[in-house]
């Protein structure tokens, strides 16, 4: 532990109980020193409540002491034994109930838009297993036809940062492996901010517009009938002519 519990309230008190610096404050709390300097004005931590370190056997008075004598001096957090090998814990992310029905759709959107994704990358943007991963990408998931996939962003499952970073991280990896990417592929992999940025891709023209393009000639170009004599003195076929002169008498 580097830092001690409630360490805002702990700001609070020493500021308002010591005469210490704004930056042993924010040494001691884990915080910025305008950030301490806010408390002491009165526009940070409103209405929080004084956190004593001292009854609490965080911080040693003596350490107070010697950090008013001394300015230079850095206050020591006071020995825990109970909190020796104590470390975060790793795993999967968090995810509320609310929104854990919605981590298959999510699921199944990072596999088919992001293939690249690794299970582990996966489970740690939507808070997953890897047997939930594996079952959806072989389509074995008991709800499987009934799941429709949704951006893990726009379910509030990950930061768009962090699904970039995977997908950047993605990349590093597939490259290193000296795998190569096609076009569509390399849109994939980059962030959205890059694929914002890139020019579109090279498409058919599409409509008679676009077929236009492709005329080479006045005889591959269509006839204008904005005119209406234009457009009743239609060319006659070849064997037109020799039927009118039968015709005749």
Not at 12 to 26: P, S
Not at 188 to 202: D, F, H, N
Request: aromatic share 6%; proline share 7%.
């Amino acid at each position: 532990m580097n830092k001690p519990l409630m360490a805002k309230a702990t700001a609070v008190w020493l500021v308002d109980n010591t005469t210490l610096t704004f930056r042993q404050v924010a040494d001691f709390c884990g915080m910025h020193e305008l950030e301490v300097q806010g408390i002491a004005d009165g526009d940070v931590a409103t209405g929080v409540k004084g956190f004593d370190p001292v009854a609490n056997n965080q911080l040693d008075p003596i350490e107070i002491e010697r950090g008013q004598k001394d300015p230079e001096y850095r206050l020591r957090l006071k020995f825990n034994a109970a909190a020796v090998g104590e470390e975060k814990r790793r795993g999967p992310r968090y995810t509320p109930l609310s929104k854990r029905q919605d981590r298959p759709a999510a699921i199944l959107w990072l596999v088919r838009f992001h293939p690249e994704l690794s299970d582990g990358q996966i489970g740690k943007l939507v808070g997953t297993t890897k047997p939930t991963i594996q079952s959806i990408r072989d389509r074995t998931h008991w709800n499987i036809s009934s799941i429709t996939p949704v951006d893990p962003v726009a379910l509030g499952l990950c930061r768009q940062t962090e699904l970039d970073a995977a997908v950047q991280q993605a990349v590093k990896k597939k490259t290193a492996d000296g795998a190569v990417m096609s076009d569509d592929e390399r849109r994939k992999l980059v962030s959205t901010e890059q694929s914002l940025g890139m020019a579109p891709a090279p498409k058919m023209p599409s409509g008679a517009a676009g077929l236009d393009a492709f005329a080479t000639g006045p005889e591959d170009r269509p006839a204008d009938f904005s005119d209406a004599e234009s457009f009743f003195n239609l060319p006659r076929g070849d064997g037109e002519e020799d039927e009118d002169e039968d015709d005749k008498p």
